[in-house]
């Protein structure tokens, strides 16, 4: 999706310059925060989320199994995001789920995306007989109902973290190696493939070397996506019960295990952790937008 | 055309057989059986248990209850359900799949009303207001949890206003009113997210399309009305669209389960969610057929269309 | 009368299983409709009902207050969509709750204590320790609809469906708590016999509880099976219209009812599976008897036209924390010790159930069979707050056993209720105090209850349904053959106190071998228990008058007194 076609491509170098590494990364930050204000804004929120999970222990004012006040008071100076039903301190509570957040979102994207690129740009690339096999795999598993794999997983490996990416990264990955598929499909075709493969490049180098690089843009498209899509799968998840062990904190069991019963008189309780995932979701998605219109292929020179 | 459409009857065959058996042997190699769960409160000895897995046919051998499974996907009979007694697809063509069914209809259909004209509007208001007003909604309905805005609509008049939607689901024979309100407002809440996803989407398209030079010629020729430069866009939008929908929509038809909880709506979902977790095979095997072969032809009608609607495209 | 709360044991609601005890009786509440109950071995309560033999006042059309008005729908919330309606097939609550206001049973239980009370048989006796004689109401009738035609009710009914529950098979999982019935006859029209292998006197329990209701031989011989809404036909003063446990069920009145004909005219049944949704239908006014209401929420229920009471809960369910004795470190008694020294009961209970009035109870939250208050705070590990005092002893312990630092999986699940994974998160920071590091394992139900079965599991914190009866819990969970005994505990002596318990037949006797036997597994921890006397709130619209209770807070199975509801519109 294109803002403009009259700015130049911030991945080109200028003629007869070779800039030093930082000016030329404070240089094209200073630009993308120009030309993409909502995928900036993303940028910002999602090192926020990072810092938190990074360094929850020294934010957080207080342990999260802590009992540190009375059940369900309100945002107050000891407590600013108030306390759950057992009386801790929700701000804490909501730092530390960053980690689930991030361990989840970005784990389950990781897995998906590995998986997807292994089985798409594989697929796409040989083509033929492994392409038809691989093909009949991805949409068999598409048409099973994602409910079982979900059930059938959590029945194996038990609750936590571990099954939850494992799961959610299952569940995503065919319907993204589908699209990078596609996109490796469209590079094939191109003439410098066909100049590579007349230098004698193997079909390794060719697949590595030349195609990965040529469909990065539409990877991180649908990786970005599949972020948000984990963190708001992990909220559903922990409705039905599954997901991350307590006690450790996630937004998601905030939601369901007090936010829900108690939204009546203590509406904190679920506004904090939503407005949390919410927001996450949101930033991964315009971060994601944002960076798909500086690397697509038609704004650059070469 | 027919021999697209032959090829991919075809090769359905292979994957669908690939996808029960998968279901088939998932199911059974999960921890525990309906043994476990019927007993669950009572005493009984080895023995017992296994006599009550010999009367509930669990007890054979797998290749015997494989054989027995492959014969009741050719028949199309599932049999009864160990826990209900009741045959499974009468229950789920009966009663399930018509609450769903009309679900996903209605989500599919308010999701493309309120998502493509969003779009449309943003994209030819293109950085105005009312574009960076329209896009944050959108994603903002993509951001929050499903059973978060479910349960919000449904708690939250109960105690401001001591009303809510009627709870029980009620068929359209039994209480038109009630069952219409039951169908019609979860549906909204599930086309929320369908709606944003279409809505950037179709923004995205039509600013494409916008910039393409035949759109500048037709402005300069004076044709233009928007409504000319609006089907042009939509023609080309359409196929991403479309795919999208179709995405949409195999996802709902089986993954409705909290929405059917939250709402108190018998559906597919709930029933599907139920027979795994009371391991209750024949459900699952009949439910899972069922949503397969949906899914499968729902895929191919899909992508029959795309040469239908853009001719340019070769199948 | 109506509007006295009940102060009954309390319990809180799950999916499928049930806590704790029962209470005692308070005066008035409970309309003694038929009283005498014959030589039944129960322990004395404070308002145990008049002695033998008086049988129900004759079938006036509406017996007791005057001022109670003829009509009216109640509409009543179902929490679970059970898998079927067979009575006799299930171990879940839908069926016995229609099933006992459309038909009775051969007895059934008094509203809080739980006691067998007269039901089709006005009277029983017991000539010897291995022989029951009931004598059955000859008025009663079965319905007047097909196969039945309302005929007469007969001991060969009675007996046909005895059998049917005794028998072991798929359509029988309760069958083994008969196991120790050697036989029923029919010795006349209105006598059946029951004759035991050997003496026991908790056998009436499962003779009178909620599943053991007496069904027509042709009924199940037209239907096959009576998993389906539509076989439910009974002798009872409702006639069930449909019932179907995924959307619920509707009652309407038994115009040829040969008792005492109910009040209402219909009783409708709505299925709601999710807790939010069962509090707006309650607050939207569609619903006139809420679901428990969240202790810490009752003043969002309170209004001009809302009652709330406050039920003590019924069953004799028990719950534990513990596992395996047979595995490291748990096989080590000073570890077991350790760590029942540090659950503090107190914040386990408002961990579980934020807000709610808790008093700590020994194994069984239930006044009639539980250890006495004061008695439970002599017990090591039971005061109000875990002292600095029983910290060091419990750490002295774990360092005796050397597992300092270890490692422990305590696995529960979801699928009952959110309250059990808070009872356990809220372990780990007493666990961690002493050095045991408790993770938790949050499993997917069926899995779980395989692991449970197969005894795979290193430690939990469960509850154990049971009703009617201690021998019940204390049999199976704890006995060497019990069959929920998961804690290896294989203690002859224990053994011997239970079949010396269920062969006593003095009540008061009876009574104090069950606290004996409470007082000893709670000193030997083969697992620790955590169990309170509670109050369950529930929010009843005024205008329904005579509510005794639910499934879930003071009645076992409130379909056994629907008949005394009235509606005051």
New interface residues.
Partial sequence: MLQSTSEPAIMAPRPGEVPSPLRLWSGRLAHFFRQKPMGAFGLVVVVALLFCAIFASVIAPYDYTERSGQALTGPSADHIFGTDKLGRDMFSRVIYGARATVKIGLGAAALATFTALVAGLTSGFIGGWYDAIVQRLVDTFMSLPGIVIVLSVVAFAGGGEGTTILVLGLLAAPGMSRVIRGATLQVRGQPYIEAARAMSASTPRLILRHTLPNITAPTIVVGTLAIGNAILAEAALSFLGFGVNPPTPSWGQELNASGRQYMQIAPWLAIFPGVAISLTVFSFNMLGDALRDVMDPRLRNT | MRQFVLRRLALMVPTLFLAVTAVFILVRIIPGDAVTLLLDSSQYSKQDADAIREQLGINDSIPVQYEKFLKQVVTGDFGVSIWSGQDVMDTLLKDRLPITLELTFFATLFGILLGVPAGIVAALRQDSLWDYVVRTIGIGGLSVPGFWLATMVLVLPAFWWGWTLPIGYKTFAEDASKHVQQILVPALVMSVALAAVLMRMTRSMMLEVLRQDFVRTARAKGLAGRVVIVRHCLRNAMLPLVSIVGVQVAVLLAGTVIYETVFTLPGVGSYLYEGVARRDYPVVQGVTVMLTVGVIFLNLIIDVSYPIIDPRVRV | MSGTPNYWQRRSLSR??FLYGTGVATAGLVTAVACGGGDDASPATSTAPAGAGTTAASPTPLPTTAAAKIGGTLKLIWNT?D??LDPHAT?EHFAPELYRASSHGLMKQAAVTEKPEPDLATKWEKPDPLTLVFHLDPRAKWHNVAPVNGRAVTADDVVYSLKRIST???AA?????FSLIESYTATDKNTVQIKLKQPFVPILVPLSDKWTVIVAPEVVEKYG?L??GDSIVGCGPFICQNADS???ATLVRNPDYWGDKPYLDKVVY????????R???F????ADVSDIV?D??I??FKADNVQIYEFDQVGVGISLIGGPNDRAPLNDEKVRRAINLVIDRN?IG??AF??SKQKIAGLFGNPTWGIPEADVAKLPGYGPKTTDAEIKEAKDLIAAAGVNGVEIVC?T???YN?YH??R???L??MLDRIGIKL?????????M???E?KKTLQFTAAT??AYGDPHTPLN?SFSST???NYWAFQDKTYDDMVTKESQEEDPQKRLQLIIDMQKYLLKGTPVSSDMWYQKVPIAVLKKVKNFQGTLTAGASASGWYLSKIWIDA
């Fill in positions: 499928r299983t969509p898998a079927q171990t072991p098979g798929p999982p309760r069958a083994s708590s099976d998993k389906r995924s959307t619920g709505t299925t709601i599976k999710d807790a939010e949704a509090i707006a239908a607050k939207s006014g569609q969240p810490l929420l003043n969002q914040i408002q961990a934020p807000g696995n699940t979801k699928a959110q994974i808070d356990a998160e809220a780990v920071p993770k938790l394992n949050v499993m997917e139900f069926a899995a209850k395989d692991a079965t154990y349904a199976n019990g069959t929920r």
